[in-house]
């Protein structure tokens, strides 16, 4: 049974640039999120999807981040013109829908963007 | 607006000692989860217990115990006897729908 991979682990890039952030949940895990987390900060939120929908987007989350979840099982998240306060852990989560709220997450190893 | 606060930043303790990790939250929800993850230094979130507003009662798990008082909107996490590898950062997590509203986390020390 394997848990919530990510890929790539560490990722550097150039202002400017854009980004493709891959998530592959726990297989049969029908939630899935994303949490960005800055250094000696807590995740804060960004999305989540319920199979292929995405339900709920935080504020931080501006035009130029985009995810996806195209056919309810991977999901990816994509940052154009990256900048500099970019920079960050950006974690997946995934849970099984058990009736309600409050199911535990479980989190992969994140990716860790630099922008240069 | 929902809140989790951990006041304490860092602590250091000695091999052997108890150690409680603080945590105070805020919510309007009358149904709402707590939850513990413990962050180690290779960085993947460790999910260790989740308690529901409606269940007060204290929970031990081996070295591990945790204290709901919904009087003071407080769930503190206590390690007994800590050891090296209890090493990480601590983070309280509230859920009141289903994203998680995270602490700033405590940065547990363990010395040998």
């Known amino acids: 049974d394997t848990g919530v991979s990510q890929d790539p682990r560490h990722k550097i890039t150039k202002r400017g640039q854009n980004v493709t952030f891959r998530c592959d949940p726990i297989?049969?895990?029908?939630?899935l999120y994303w949490y960005r987390q800055t250094l000696g900060q807590g995740p804060e939120f960004l999305t989540y999807?319920?199979?292929?929908?995405?339900?709920?987007k935080s504020r931080l989350l501006s035009d130029r981040f985009s995810a996806e979840r195209p056919k309810g099982s991977f999901s990816t998240l994509e940052i154009q013109r990256t900048e500099q306060g970019d920079s960050a852990m950006y974690l997946c989560?995934?849970?099984?829908?058990?009736?309600?709220?409050?199911?535990?997450?479980?989190f992969g190893p994140g990716t860790r963007l630099t922008v240069t | 607006a929902q809140k989790v606060t951990q006041a304490q930043t860092e602590i250091s303790v000695v091999e052997k000692e108890d150690v409680t990790l603080d945590c105070v939250y805020e919510?309007?929800?009358?149904?709402?989860?707590l939850f513990w993850y413990k962050q180690p230094p290779s960085g993947e979130l460790v999910f260790l217990i989740r308690?529901?507003?409606?269940?007060?009662q204290n929970e031990i798990s081996g070295r591990y115990s945790w204290n709901f008082q919904k009087s003071t909107s407080s769930f503190n996490f206590t390690i007994t006897a800590s050891q090296v590898v209890d090493s990480a950062v601590y983070f309280c997590?509230?859920?009141?729908?289903?994203?998680?509203?995270f602490g700033t986390g405590t940065r547990l020390k363990v010395l040998a």
């Open positions: 989560a995934s849970s099984l829908v058990a009736g309600g709220p409050g199911d535990e997450q479980y």
């Open positions: 297989s049969e895990h029908n939630r």
């Open positions: 999807f319920q199979n292929e929908a995405q339900l709920e």
């Open positions: 919510t309007r929800d009358t149904t709402y989860y």
């Open positions: 308690r529901n507003s409606f269940d007060e």
């Open positions: 997590a509230l859920s009141g729908t289903y994203k998680y509203i």
